[in-house]
């Protein structure tokens, strides 16, 4: 009989557990549905800041500080970054802080469900609605103020698959610390305000003097924006832009999974 029943029970153990992931992936779905503060973050802040940067006239005029480029133009990168900043650092950490802290994580640990589920599914929804964001900015930075897609889509998507990663990464290095939501919270908003000048918000990286560009630029968010800049431009982003952010990546993500407590 043993031998019979062996397999059944080796074969359905992880089908269940796959079942019940996919349960709260969609259960984590809901809630966020729910979060008015991180849709707004992720998907509408980025595209208001555009359509009031791009409604002042003087930012339609092309620049000649900008190699001819409008300033409208340089922006749709740096909104673009804000839709990941917001769903890596302010919205995410908090959910994940708040699940520790309640000792939810901790009892998932002793059912098929592993707390990774939770942080895997977390990851997941904040990834694809930071996705939905750069789609929307790029959409409305065609139709309502003529900006070119990026013309070198391969380089960009690469630049935008290791920003994405990189958010995320230092979004789980948040939560990882923080023992409270109050921390959590804290926490990110110390570093979003940094993190929002060096994707160039209140001065895009073209425009800052040579020192302070460099500096911006070994940070993954001005890597970033410089990589972005340049896709969008139909070149192929810096090889040290692709870098630092790749190193960021690994880096971040490396601390976070070191540093992470489940309860």
């Not at 190699?67 to 769903?87: E, F, N, Q, S, W």
């Not at 750069?134 to 139709?143: E, K, Y």
């Not at 990464?169 to 929002?196: C, D, E, W, Y």
């Amino acid at each position: 009989m043993s031998t019979v029943t062996a397999p059944t029970t080796t074969a359905t153990a992880p089908a269940d557990r796959a079942a019940a992931e996919r349960a709260v992936l969609k259960a984590e779905f809901t809630l966020f549905r729910r979060e008015a503060g991180s849709l707004v973050g992720i998907l509408l802040f980025p595209v208001a800041l555009l359509v009031i940067l791009g409604s002042i006239p003087a930012f339609r005029e092309p620049d000649a500080g900008l190699g001819g480029i409008r300033l409208v133009d340089a922006y749709v990168p740096v909104t673009v970054l804000l839709g990941m900043i917001a769903g890596g650092i302010q919205s995410m950490p908090p959910i994940i802080t708040g699940y520790r802290e309640r000792g939810i994580l901790r009892r998932m640990s002793t059912t098929p469900v592993r707390p990774t589920a939770v942080l895997g599914a977390q990851m997941g929804i904040h990834g694809a609605a930071v996705l939905v964001s750069v789609a929307i900015c790029l959409a409305v930075g065609r139709t309502v103020f003529d900006v070119a897609l990026p013309r070198q889509a391969a380089g960009y998507l690469l630049a935008l698959v290791l920003s994405v990663v990189v958010s995320l990464a230092l979004g789980a290095l948040i939560a990882s610390r923080a023992r409270t939501t109050k921390i959590s919270n804290a926490i990110g908003s110390i570093v979003f305000f940094p993190a929002m000048f060096c994707a160039g918000v209140w001065l895009p990286v073209q425009t800052m003097p040579d020192t302070l560009a460099r500096i911006v630029e070994l940070t993954p968010f001005g890597a970033a924006s410089q990589a972005l800049n340049q896709a969008a431009a139909g070149d192929w982003p810096a090889w040290s832009h692709l870098l630092v952010l790749a190193v960021w990546a690994v880096g971040l993500t490396g601390v976070a999974a070191r540093w992470f407590r489940w309860e």
